[in-house]
């Protein structure tokens, strides 16, 4: 690889100029300037990003921090902020942290400020203080899916209602005559699952049915799957399982499937979020959809502006007034695996 | 963010000592050395890596660029190659191209050698001249997934035997007595399904079968649901479908279903790959299972020697001799979604 001393060398002078030169800075004489981009070319270097990005104390790409490339909700998101980023010039990068907190913070050191402008970070299980010494360091900072709209997480965020989508998913099983519910919460009681499932749980009460059976499990498809079946064989009665998220609710399509049962004749099943899968499986998952595409969109453009707020002047009260954004209300997407109970169950 | 020459003017030094002490470099007085070890805390310096990795030719991590970050197979991939670069400390970023050429050529120009020093590359539908540039420059390239062996393809790779992987699917088929066998590729006739199909096309002749009947598809699962139902409608005798991959044969259970097909007792259905949903669909898939896992750690570990090789003295051979690495042979996976054609059909 060309590096810029060679260019000098080449071109016979010093590295501040054939800086200046390709950043059209400075005052360099006309011929000077021609002989730096014949070497340029002669060497075939490339403005080198990195030195740009160091040079002007900014960075050309975005990072995305997410927590489990494997889950496919992931993928769909990060498509969607590649999108919205493509539209302002910026490139993504994906870093997957595992649910690893430790990977987290080595991706935030290696990459926040250096190779990245700003961060999305995506549930991703990091430690708060990481990301607050990487805002304090002069990288901004979004979290792209903040639960609980109501208690701001001291970072800028985009909030989603998941409140509320648990009760749309209640009030849907509700409505349709169930009154004997399973619940499949997709992490542990106090995790990020944990307003979806009061949400659930208040309209219950609300509608005066009995209190819930519930299973914490595993955020996967074989997480609902056993889920299901523990809820079913310690109730056979249930006529309904709601999950807190797509992929436990189709592990338990399974799970009804292999127990003899149809959905949604003997068991509704519905989810939250309304990932590609849910659309395609068979039957298609009856979900409360997340607005994907708004939240990716927003994320991206909060973080531009705190990006502009920390190197312009005029922008810092933008950053003060903009910490929250929160999304439209996630919305019932009602498909084939839920229906009315079956009469005697 | 805090600069090398910030903390060369705290100091009292020139950047150039700066850069010795934190690099352990040239010689530096014990007092200079603490007074910027004393400036690099008091300002909360890090050490750049991105600065770093200028100053020393190289830089930190590893770019895996993917076609298609929705397909799942990449996500999947992605993880096998993260867990394969940590071991040997790298860190790796992903680089959706979303199957665009230019988007891939603007990643390269972005990344190569300046965030990363070697680049990853997995059917992104890359312009060879591009990946060419990029190795010309000095950041060593490797094509992950190369579909045949036997015939190199001008860069640095690891090769599957997906002819082989199609021979397969057609001899498990043709075993269990299956003869009219319809076919989706997930492809266009030229592109990089044809190695499978014409292992598959090649076994049914050898076998004496009739030729099959063929759809070219998205290699997605709504792509195999459509080609299915128009093979099924074009030729209802059929008792069996091969896909190409895992997401349109999935596609195709898809198709049976809706049509009342019993899976495997009207129509058995096979795939290639064994990503994860193939394990976890209802019936399980049947599938030609390619080694992951394995094309991953070959992947990194030839990536890293070229990139030694391309640093250090002794490896410059090394680079010549290893320009494709094969994995070992795709193997045949049994599940649910297969048996012998029923009585009749």
Redesign the interface.
Known sequence: ???LSEVARHAGVTPATVSNVLRNRGRVGASTRQRVLDAVDAL?Y?P????R??AE?R???LALMVSS??N?F???F??AV?HAA?NSGH??????T?EDPL?GR??L???A???SEGVLVTNANLDFADLHTTES???PVVLCMWERPNEPPGLPCVAVDFRLAGELAATHLLELGHRRIGAIVGSKASGIHAARYEGFVDALRAAGAPKSRVKHAPDT??GGYSAARALLEADPTLTAIFATNDLPAL?A??AA??LGLNVPGDLSVIGITDI??AR?S?PALTTVAVPTVEVAGLAVSLLRELIESSYGQAGRQVAANVQMRISSAPKLAVRASTGAPRQGR
Chains 1, 2 share one sequence.
């Open positions: 690889m060309t590096t075939g490339r080198h990003l990195a030195a990005a160091l104390g960075a050309p790409t490339i494997a496919p992931y993928p769909e990060a498509l590649e493509r490139f993504v990068i994906i870093c997957n595992n990977a080595a991706y050191d290696q990459i400020g250096t190779l360091r002069g990288t498809i074989q592990g399509m399974h499937a292999d590609q899968l395609e068979r």
